[in-house]
């Protein structure tokens, strides 16, 4: 006899076989995903005891990583898991679900910042360190990785995604979701992820949270589909549906993009879960006339859990009993939330070790900093005022972040404690202890008295961690009020300045970039913001980070990407518009994708390819030589972008379609391949079709977006 609790029978078995012992009630009550608030400890425990609820979101507001949140502690964990699983009638356990965006009790750079990397192999790293702690803490869930494409910053959520670019996106998808959950979802150091918001959100019109948005399909299909195609191909066990709507559908209400495109093409085997209220919120939408019809919406969709609205559990019963919701849509749902609980090992031991240490690492601190380091960009350095001196010169590091903690950590932060944040001037104080430096950080005069008695001024300047985030949307993308002016004063005083910019998202540095003779973009970082910024500007560590995300020059050039589509007018090649379509500024933008500068260079030569014809289902190889031609050693983060020249509809000017951080000494070259395949080569063209079309392909490589180096070839039918 077949029992669903004999851990010997696979999960598919185990899972038939409990699925046919659940009542209607039970089936419902897993598909339900409440708040984890203490103040509903009561409710909660009855609800475990009785099968009817099936998970906990760990937050008790929707700002769960920006704001003080009561959640409960491991006892609590504990107590509702054993009531679960041996007071409930079937014994299923929960499973609970936490924002764990960039690391939780280590806090890596933001997932902006992790893209400026390009190392999609340390992004992993980041996910496997916070599923170990995340799993210490009695949470196997994780709502990220965020893949939403983002190309307006001033959407405060830009911060939580990998930028503008689909490849580069899904690198980091993938690499995500394999650090998170692992070899097996068994291992009790993992959790599962969930890759998110799909789709679209990132579109946020004008830079609004929760706004409606609109996309063609071939828009969707080529540019927001590709990180989530990479996170199921990764295996992510879970996926969120998105708020926002696309062709007047809102995502939660879309079966064509839920079991049509996900489920369907893109085989998702795992769970839908809404968004937070998503699924009552269509009625805000407009498309459900009430709770009822929201819950038959949403269901039949193809989301299978839904999060806080308690639609489902209210309504799904009588969509049954009429017969709208079928019993086989129900049991597909079910079937898929508890095959992810058997995975995940919870029906055989749910528990979490109250007793294990919750101190971070110290191998943890340090691949926190290694990963900073990796993530900063260098974005000016005139007269090569970078590396700064560390003895000999008087150099005043000041500025309203120069002793910041919270805002170094970004927004979507868990870990609330200041323990073990380093400020920027206690990370220069460590990285250079001979130098002579005055410090001062908050009252703006006393800042300029120290820049006036030092020789040198590193001023350190950015946004506050709840500047950016969830609903923290801003209309200017300007550095916040006060700091322009400051810097201007301090230019004033005729001293080599440095910027340090801490932020989470792209700002505007025109005046920025022309008053300083160096800026370092230290993002939010982290914990190890302070230490990395110091490491690098001091040269113990040579910058190396390339920006995931275009910078504009004003707001008012927003949206402004590099992988544009040609414009009707300009034949020529631009991949920001040149001869500008504005009277008051250039059509180029401040720093371009990919850009990044290094306390050494690099030249690129011999750039080659295997065939000067292929056809659609060849591989083409490109080949290109990289040289360390300064007087570091330093890693070049090499890129490949391609253009398909003819097409029976139009495609971006250049795309990524690889990249390569390489080490290299003075003096040193390294070959670097890349191969260019199906997949690559082709994009969904009419009817949605995936297609490869026979035509002329640039290729280039470089160092950036703007690299001119190509070459050629042509796919022969
Ligand atoms: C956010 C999600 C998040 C959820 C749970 C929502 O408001 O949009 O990204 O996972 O809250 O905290």
């Known amino acids: 006899m077949k029992n669903y609790k004999d851990k010997n029978l696979s999960v598919r078995v185990r899972t038939e076989d409990l699925l046919s012992r659940m009542t209607i009630e039970e089936k419902i009550g897993q598909l339900n995903q409440l708040s984890a608030k203490l103040s509903d400890a009561d409710e909660m425990r009855k609800n475990a005891v009785q099968g009817l609820v099936s998970s906990r979101v760990m937050a008790s507001t929707a700002f769960a990583g920006n704001e003080e949140q009561e959640i409960t502690g491991f006892d609590e964990i504990n107590l509702l898991q054993e009531l679960a699983l041996n007071q409930s009638r079937l014994g299923i356990p929960l499973m609970d679900g936490w924002d764990i965006v960039h690391g939780q009790r280590t806090i890596f750079p933001l997932p902006l910042a992790q893209a400026a990397g390009w190392a999609p192999e340390l992004v992993q790293r980041a996910a496997e360190i916070a599923a170990l702690e995340t799993a210490e803490w009695g949470v196997r869930w994780t709502f990220a990785p965020m893949l939403d494409i983002a190309r307006d910053p001033r959407w405060g959520r830009i911060v939580e995604g990998f930028g503008e670019d689909p490849y580069l996106c899904a690198q980091m998808a993938a690499a995500s979701v394999k650090g998170f959950q692992g070899e097996s979802l068994s291992d009790k150091r993992r959790i599962a992820a969930c890759a998110k918001h799909y789709i679209g959100y990132g579109m946020s019109c004008g830079g609004r949270d929760y706004s409606a948005c609109d996309c063609s399909e071939h828009e969707l299909r080529n540019t927001y589909l590709p990180p ?33 495109i996900l489920k369907g093409e893109l085989g998702f085997q795992g769970f839908v879960v809404s968004d937070w209220y998503a699924i009552h919120q269509l009625i805000n939408q407009g498309v459900a006339e009430n709770r009822k019809e929201a819950a038959y919406i949403a269901f039949d969709a193809g989301v299978d859990m839904d999060m806080l609205d308690l639609c489902y559990s209210e309504h799904l019963p009588a969509l049954i009993e009429e017969g709208r919701i079928s019993k086989e849509r129900l049991d597909d749902a079910v079937r898929r939330i508890l095959e992810v609980k058997f995975r995940l090992g919870l029906f055989d031991d749910p528990y979490v070790d109250p007793n294990a240490s919750q101190r971070i690492r110290d191998e943890h601190m340090e691949f926190a900093k290694v990963f900073a380091e990796k993530c900063m960009v260098l974005l000016k350095n005139e ?301 969904y063209g009419k009817g949605g079709k995936f297609c490869v079309e026979p035509g002329k392909f640039m290729v280039y490589t470089g160092g950036n977006c703007l690299t001119e180096m190509c070459t050629q070839f042509e796919i022969v039918k």
């Open 383 to 683: 007269n090569n005022v970078l590396p700064l001196p560390k003895s000999g010169r008087k150099i005043a590091v000041i500025g309203p972040l120069a002793e910041a903690k919270r805002a170094l950590m970004g927004s979507w932060t868990q870990n609330k404690s200041d323990e073990g944040i380093q400020t920027i001037v206690e990370g220069v104080q460590a990285a250079a202890p001979e130098a002579e430096i005055i410090t001062a950080s908050s009252l703006y005069d006393e800042m300029l008295m120290a820049a006036q008695r030092a020789e040198m001024v590193v001023l350190v300047l950015g946004e506050s961690d709840r500047r950016n985030g969830e609903h923290a949307c801003i209309a200017d993308i300007e550095l916040p009020v006060g700091q322009l002016e400051l810097l201007r004063a301090v230019r004033r005083l005729g001293k080599p300045v440095v910027s340090v910019i801490c932020s989470g998202r792209p700002l505007v540095l025109e005046e920025v970039d022309h008053l300083s003779d160096a800026v370092l973009y230290a993002w939010h970082s982290g914990h190890q913001t302070g230490p990395a910024a110091a490491e690098i500007l001091f040269g113990n560590v040579n910058p190396s980070g390339k920006l995931p995300v275009t910078f504009p020059r004003t707001t008012g050039q927003i949206p402004i990407y590099y992988n544009h589509k040609p414009n009707a007018r300009q034949i020529d090649e631009y991949y920001y518009p040149e001869s500008t379509d504005y009277f008051d500024t250039t059509g180029k933008p401040m720093y371009p994708f990919g850009y990044g500068l290094s306390y050494t260079t690099f030249a690129y030569s011999g750039l080659t390819i295997d065939k000067e014809k292929i056809t659609a289902d060849e591989v083409q190889t490109v080949r290109v030589t990289v040289t360390n031609t300064g007087n570091m050693e330093g890693d070049e983060i090499v890129q490949c972008y391609l253009r398909d020249c003819s097409s029976a509809l139009t495609r971006p000017l250049k795309e990524l379609k690889g990249f390569q951080r390489i080490h290299l000494a003075p003096g040193a070259s390294q070959e670097v391949v890349f191969t260019l395949d199906r997949e690559k080569l082709g994009y």
């Open 228 to 260: 989530f195609k990479a996170a199921v191909e990764a295996g992510a066990a879970t996926v969120m549906a998105s708020f926002n709507e696309i062709g007047g559908e809102p995502v939660t209400g879309s079966k064509h993009l839920l079991t049509d």
